[in-house]
């Protein structure tokens, strides 16, 4: 379970990127976090392991208050929170493998990890994580032979190798094209169900938002404007999220077409 | 319909200024060029005098009467020269390693010790190989480790800025992705940032060693090792056929080398 308690977040240059948030998302649930660019869905995803440090409340993650660790403890949590980029973050002149298998550097001894030693469980759950977003026929080839849509997959994987309680996803889909874009969400909903892993994602399309989520969190202006099932959201919603009307690339379209 | 508007061009600003400016950069140039050209008192007459091209006529022939039968003896100095290059570049792509990530500003977010970094490189670069061999002979001995050291140092400030500018250039994202999943900074350093770097450091180094293989030729004239030291002893001795021979390994060994590192290093990146 997280946890906001008048969060706030203001960067150096003054900029107000959380306005004294509070908020509780419970243990699997399927979150995606909508507002347009600068509304502050980036700063929100970040506090949650600390890529940014609010300045100010408190942040539970399973209990501990994520501001007030750090070192070594703070590392311990990262592990149980997995996170997937936008531009995917994979070494892309590394192979597969080793890109997917360095979700257990937080598990792992720092001498071990230099001189790649992974035991034989760690090197399988790779493999096991690879094939459940069916890519495992590219476990030694280098990450920059891959597609797009392929590489976030792999970067799916590097996520579940660290066996992670809860996955924050940042604008996931917004470098890849429709149908990828829809595949991904579909293996992230999927692990979603069945793990029960807790998963919150940012993205601007308000269609997929409304296909997968299970709760839609609004922001504008670094405050939560909209919390609600996303069985009760509507354009209508959106517009007032938005504070405009709704305009075509707010949608990523291509629904239909099934991964 | 597009309406008849003439479109112009609006004018590029001009100021006075600039034209004087450039006047005046102009007189300086051409200034500079006359006093140096008058302060190195070149003596035309000698240069085309009937001795001079005596000379030419009696000594550029015997360049190509290589002598053959020095072929072994020079072929094992050149060996030598290739041993202090390759000890020596090998050495340099080692020591530049933490002195670039020394100076590297994504890295290490301290401007004074980037500063420090820097200040080291910059201060090795300013040493000519010749200048360093001279000085590791004093210290050393005249032998093939003089040349070593002389070629490590030499070669690391280079290495050292250009290894650099090569970690500056990363992808810092994916340092993000490894410490949101909650590896250290050591880790990070070798799953994130060595797979980056590594190959175009590998290919500096070699670039480098080609350099060096030219640069260890002539360290011999000052007794530092290798082939160098056969050309002065033939210079010395007005033995052309053997310096004629001596070029003619040089350039065939350096070219040979040229050729098969440009055919790793482009295969590496």
């Known amino acids: ?259 | 319909m597009a309406k008849n508007v003439e479109i112009t061009l609006p004018t590029k600003p001009r100021s006075k200024w600039t034209l004087i400016k450039r006047i005046i950069t102009l007189i300086i140039i051409v200034w500079i060029y006359i006093w140096t050209i008058s302060s190195v008192t070149i003596k035309w007459d000698v240069i085309f005098s009937s001795r001079t091209m005596e000379n030419f006529d009696r000594i550029i022939p015997r360049f190509f009467q290589p002598a053959w039968q020095e072929t072994s003896s020079i072929f094992g100095k050149m060996f030598e020269t290739i041993f202090i290059a390759y000890t020596g570049s090998l050495a340099a792509a080692v020591l530049a390693v933490p002195l670039a990530f020394l100076c590297a500003t994504n890295i290490v977010r301290n401007k004074f010790l980037n500063n420090i970094g820097m200040w080291i490189l910059g201060a090795v670069r300013a040493f000519p190989e010749i200048i360093l061999a001279i000085i590791f002979v004093a210290a050393v001995g005249p032998n093939a480790f003089a040349g070593v050291l002389a070629i490590a140092i030499g070669s690391t400030g280079m290495l050292g800025k250009l290894y650099a500018e090569v970690i500056e250039s990363i992808d810092m994202d994916i340092m993000e992705a490894l410490e949101a999943s909650g590896a250290n900074k050591l880790q990070i350093l070798f799953y994130g940032i060595l797979p980056q770097v590594l190959p175009e450091f590998l290919s500096y180094a070699i670039y480098r060693f080609e350099i060096d293989v030219r640069a260890s030729s002539v360290l011999g004239i000052v007794g530092a090792g290798g082939i160098g030291t056969l050309i002065t002893f033939a210079y010395m001795n007005r033995n052309w056929e053997e310096v004629g021979m001596i070029l003619l390994v040089i350039i065939i060994t350096v070219t040979i080398i040229d050729q098969i590192s440009g055919f790793i290093r482009k295969r590496l990146v």
């Open chain 1, 1 to 259: 379970m997280i946890e906001f308690q008048n969060v706030s977040l203001v960067y150096p240059n003054g900029t107000q990127g959380l306005k004294d948030i509070n908020i509780k998302i419970n243990q699997g649930e399927f979150v995606v976090i909508v507002g347009l660019s600068g509304a502050g869905k980036s700063t929100f995803i970040r506090s949650i392991n600390r890529l940014v440090t609010p300045t100010d409340g408190a942040l539970l993650v399973d209990s501990n208050d994520i501001l007030r660790l750090k070192g070594k403890e703070l590392r311990k949590l990262r592990t149980k929170i997995g996170m997937i980029f936008q531009n995917y973050n994979l070494v892309r002149r590394s192979t597969v493998m080793k890109n997917v298998i360095s979700g257990r550097l937080g598990y792992t001894g720092t001498w071990k990890s230099i001189f790649n030693i992974f035991s034989k469980e760690e090197q399988l759950l790779a493999y096991e994580n690879l094939k459940r977003v069916n890519i495992e026929e590219k476990l030694y080839n280098r990450a920059d032979e891959l597609s797009g849509g392929q590489q976030q997959r792999v970067s799916i994987a590097r996520v579940l190798t660290q066996q992670p309680k809860l996955i924050l996803a940042d604008e996931p889909v917004a470098s890849l094209d429709p149908p990828t874009s829809h595949q991904v969400m579909q293996y992230l909903k999927q692990i979603n169900q069945e793990d029960h892993i807790t998963t919150i994602v940012n993205l601007h399309f308000i269609d997929m938002a409304i296909e997968y989520a299970d709760r839609i969190i609004g922001m504008r202006a670094g405050e939560i404007v909209f919390d609600g099932p996303a069985s009760e959201v509507t354009e209508k919603t959106f517009e007032e999220i938005y504070g405009r009307s709704i305009r075509e690339e707010d949608k990523r379209g291509g629904g239909e077409i099934d991964g």
